[in-house]
């Protein structure tokens, strides 16, 4: 059974780029969140996807969005990359009733030149 | 946003020995994870508790949810190198729809 599955693992960016991550949840999950996580920092919620709807959003600006499709699968985009959007991206599934647990990918690492 | 307070920041200790870290919060959480992590990577679940006073074992690590479910520990009996890692815990509310709140984490560092 694979887990969580992200990609790229690693992608380098110039300032005020694009970038799409992807992440493919564990079988059976039917809910993604996104979270950012800086360099000695915890993971920070940025938005969680269920049913193709984002359900929950943190403090994170309109230049983070998301998308959920049918598959559960999901993508993070971000516009207009800044410097401090250098950090580990990491995707988790979960289920309804899973009661906060959540699953962690291996993350993708973006780094913004 | 619910703040989680994680100490210690940074812990050096010795093969054998035992250690307790610590996450706290002025807020009531529905259900708390503890995640390890290592550099690089994402975290790895180790425990999911949801009720308060709950006490739950894996191996020489012991979980414990405070009774008002605002915080918890995490003890290791006799570390080993292989317990090193950024231990991490998470707070999740219901009314959220269970978005983990994470603490800085503490930073085990275990030699032989």
């Known amino acids: 059974d694979a887990g969580v599955t992200q990609s790229p693992t690693h992608l380098i960016k110039t300032r005020g780029q694009q970038v799409t991550l992807r992440c493919s949840p564990k079988?059976?999950?039917?809910?993604v969140s996104w979270y950012q996580q800086a360099l000695g920092q915890g993971p920070q919620f940025i938005f969680q996807y269920y049913e193709e709807e984002e359900r929950q959003r943190g403090n994170f600006p309109d230049r983070f969005s998301g998308h959920q499709f049918p598959n559960y699968s999901s993508e993070l985009n971000v516009n207009a990359l800044l410097l401090g959007d250098s950090a580990l991206y990491l995707c988790?599934?979960?289920?309804?009733?899973?009661?906060?647990?959540?699953?962690f990918g291996p993350g993708t690492r973006l780094l913004v030149l | 946003t619910q703040l989680l307070e994680q100490s210690p920041q940074f812990l050096s200790i010795q093969e054998g020995e035992n250690l307790t870290v610590y996450c706290n919060s002025s807020?009531?959480?529905?259900?708390l994870q503890w995640y390890r992590q290592e550099p690089g990577e994402g975290p790895v679940l180790l425990v999911t508790v949801v009720t308060g006073g709950e006490v739950k074992k894996l191996k020489r690590l012991t979980f414990q949810f405070g009774d008002a479910r605002k915080d918890s520990s995490l003890h290791i009996t006799a570390a080993q190198p292989g317990d090193t890692g950024l231990y991490l815990c998470?707070?999740?509310?219901?009314?959220?729809?269970?978005?983990?709140?994470f603490g800085k984490g503490t930073s085990l560092l275990v030699t032989p």
């Open positions: 998470a707070g999740a509310v219901m009314d959220s729809g269970y978005a983990l709140n």
């Open positions: 079988s059976g999950h039917d809910t």
């Open positions: 988790a599934s979960s289920t309804t009733s899973a009661q906060g647990t959540q699953y």
């Open positions: 807020s009531v959480f529905s259900s």
